[in-house]
């Protein structure tokens, strides 16, 4: 796997899907990139994110799968504000949640800056508490207010649960720069045993809604002027019977 500097690389991410945080953040870094995302204003054009996919690693009913959202990053595209994933009833999380991994990271996002299918650059998922975790952008093993932060909910009325990821105005805390300015892609990983696949299998519709930074702000709508660009796409998944020694096993 390509690796990049920590500082190159938080100027790779600032303009991703979830995450940011270099041109105007602790550290800033000066690069080519770091350049173009200042020049990143105007009116965005197009949707916030394009050909997304959602996987289970083992989609085998009950399994406590890793799960792996991907999406492109269209040039031009508002950047992001948010992305929330809305799991349907069947889905659970451990009574631990982010905490299920001990010490081991809850997942983990990846950067595909030259889009050949390769990483170019990936950053662990820390847990800070059951509920919440944030992406370490920096590998410095501390929160920092300009990391992005990962959050999810056991459930909601009759559905399942949320997995929520929040940026500081669009990733880059920044409030005068609104407009991606390269294309790229973005991935965000959650670790197995985290969340659990539904015991019935079938298939099952995760509902993603992607939110853009508001044009007005660069960060959240201040409910005036041009609306924030939103984006909700439903993500089907199959889940199929679970197998011990090439047998089905009935719930």
Do not use: H
């Not at 050909?51 to 792996?68: I, P, V, Y």
């Not at 990053?73 to 799991?87: C, D, K, N």
């Amino acid at each position: 796997m390509k690796r990049i500097s920590s500082r190159a690389a938080l100027a790779a991410v600032a303009y991703s899907l979830l995450l940011g945080g270099c041109c105007y953040g602790p550290g800033a870094a000066v690069s080519p990139l770091c350049e173009a995302i200042t020049r990143g204003k105007g009116i965005p054009e197009g949707p916030v994110a394009s050909e997304c996919t959602f996987d289970l690693a083992d989609g085998s009913a009950g399994a406590a799968s890793a799960q792996t959202a991907s999406c492109a990053i269209p040039e031009g595209a508002p950047q992001l504000l948010s992305a929330t994933f809305a799991y349907p009833a069947g889905f659970s999380v451990s009574p631990d949640g982010f905490l299920a991994r001990g010490e081991a990271p809850a997942g983990r996002y990846i950067v595909d800056l030259d889009l050949d299918g390769a990483p170019t650059g990936e950053f662990p998922i820390l847990a800070s508490g059951r509920s919440s975790a944030w992406v370490d952008l920096d590998e410095d093993g501390g929160q920092d207010f300009w990391e992005p932060e990962v959050f999810r909910s056991v459930g909601r009325g009759s559905g399942g649960p949320l997995l929520r990821i929040n940026t500081q105005f669009g990733g880059d805390d920044n409030t005068l720069v609104n407009v991606a300015n390269v294309g790229f892609r973005a991935t965000i990983e959650i670790a197995a045993g985290i969340f659990f696949n539904p015991t019935i299998p079938g298939e099952y519709d995760v509902v993603a809604t992607f939110q853009g930074v508001d044009p007005d702000t660069g960060g959240p709508s201040n409910g005036d002027g041009t609306a924030p660009t939103e984006l909700t796409l439903e993500m089907p998944v199959e889940v199929g019977a679970l197998l011990k020694d090439g047998f089905e096993l009935r719930p």
